[in-house]
């Protein structure tokens, strides 16, 4: 375990939530759920409008469960996809959210799928996320709505549970850290209008409430969509614009001069 990792689990057991290799199995677990099932195809919809406008060379997902994918409908072509943890028979590598190996600059389009609810410290993985994203890249954010039935439900029920133990942090919060990461917001929508329940009726019924929320544009979805574009420009030098030197004109010493005109004569 690197100090980076031990310092990631100290914080998580100061803010009660597990180390990173059972949050990432609870989430997917969470994910494999109806309810979770229900959430995931809601989440794709919402964002698969805005990701197929994107093109690049790279696409990253950050997340906790590299298993259920946002992105593999995306046009661009590199998909990048870390697992939290190691596990037997995967093929993903194994990176923390906060500390990514990979350049500054050097991708297209990052997608955070909930990977702010569930971190340590969601500034410093957004500040990861915003040193990766090249000048001119998009960023979708997709978190928990607090200011909807969602966030409602959160407050009765058990902490310990996927989704409720997540952060559920405002809109109005990371829009403030994006500001400061000149990160611009372009758009915002809502979804999971349907009722936070694990009623196999309701969730049957969800792509309904999905409908009827969207065109509302109701600001109470379980979850917020942020796309953001990253304005800072790369630093380029600037050459001094040297004025050219004029030519001196060739003078004929006076010695050589008088002795051409006694010539001449």
Not at 15 to 42: I, N, T
């Given at each position: 375990?690197?100090?980076l990792?031990?310092?990631?689990?100290?914080?998580?057991?100061?803010?009660?939530?597990?180390d990173?290799?059972?949050?990432?199995?609870?989430?997917?677990q969470?994910?494999?759920?109806?309810?979770?099932?229900?959430?995931?195809?809601?989440?794709?919809?919402?964002?698969?409008?805005?990701?197929?406008?994107?093109?690049?060379y790279h696409?990253?997902?950050?997340?906790?469960?590299?298993?259920?994918?946002?992105?593999?409908?995306?046009?661009?072509?590199?998909?990048?996809?870390?697992?939290?943890?190691?596990?037997?028979?995967?093929?993903?590598a194994?990176?923390?959210?906060?500390?990514?190996?990979?350049?500054?600059?050097?991708?297209?389009?990052?997608?955070?799928?909930?990977?702010?609810?569930?971190?340590?410290?969601?500034?410093?993985?957004?500040?990861?996320?915003?040193?990766?994203?090249?000048?001119?890249?998009?960023?979708?954010?997709?978190?928990?709505?607090?200011?909807?039935?969602?966030?409602?439900?959160?407050?009765?029920?058990?902490?310990?549970?996927?989704?409720?133990?997540?952060?559920?942090?405002?809109?109005?919060?990371?829009?403030d850290?994006?500001?400061?990461?000149?990160?611009?917001?372009?758009?915002?929508?809502?979804?999971?209008?349907?009722m936070?329940?694990?009623?196999?009726?309701?969730?049957?019924?969800?792509?309904?409430?999905?409908?009827?929320?969207?065109?509302?544009?109701?600001?109470?979805?379980?979850?917020?969509?942020?796309?953001?574009?990253?304005?800072?420009?790369?630093?380029?030098?600037?050459?001094?614009?040297?004025?050219?030197?004029?030519?001196?004109?060739?003078?004929?010493?006076?010695?050589?001069?008088?002795?051409?005109?006694?010539?001449?004569?």
């Amino acid at each position: 375990m690197n100090l980076l990792s031990k310092h990631e689990t100290r914080r998580r057991l100061l803010r009660g939530m597990p180390d990173a290799d059972m949050l990432s199995s609870q989430v997917a677990q969470w994910f494999q759920s109806p309810q979770g099932e229900a959430v995931l195809k809601a989440e794709k919809e919402a964002i698969h409008a805005a990701l197929e406008k994107l093109f690049g060379y790279h696409i990253l997902q950050l997340g906790f469960s590299e298993e259920h994918s946002l992105i593999e409908q995306s046009p661009v072509g590199h998909k990048i996809v870390f697992a939290p943890s190691f596990r037997v028979g995967s093929t993903r590598a194994v990176a923390s959210n906060e500390e990514l190996p990979l350049s500054s600059n050097s991708v297209d389009v990052v997608v955070l799928h909930h990977a702010l609810d569930f971190a340590a410290n969601s500034h410093r993985v957004l500040r990861e996320a915003a040193r990766v994203l090249r000048p001119g890249g998009h960023m979708l954010i997709v978190g928990f709505n607090p200011y909807s039935f969602w966030g409602f439900w959160k407050l009765f029920k058990q902490k310990k549970n996927i989704p409720w133990r997540s952060k559920f942090i405002s809109k109005g919060r990371v829009s403030d850290w994006l500001h400061l990461l000149d990160l611009h917001i372009d758009s915002v929508s809502y979804g999971l209008h349907f009722m936070p329940l694990k009623l196999s009726k309701l969730l049957g019924r969800a792509e309904s409430f999905e409908k009827f929320g969207n065109k509302l544009r109701s600001p109470l979805g379980g979850a917020y969509f942020i796309h953001c574009i990253n304005q800072a420009m790369p630093i380029t030098p600037i050459l001094p614009k040297w004025r050219p030197l004029r030519a001196r004109p060739s003078v004929m010493p006076a010695a050589e001069n008088v002795r051409a005109k006694i010539k001449i004569h």
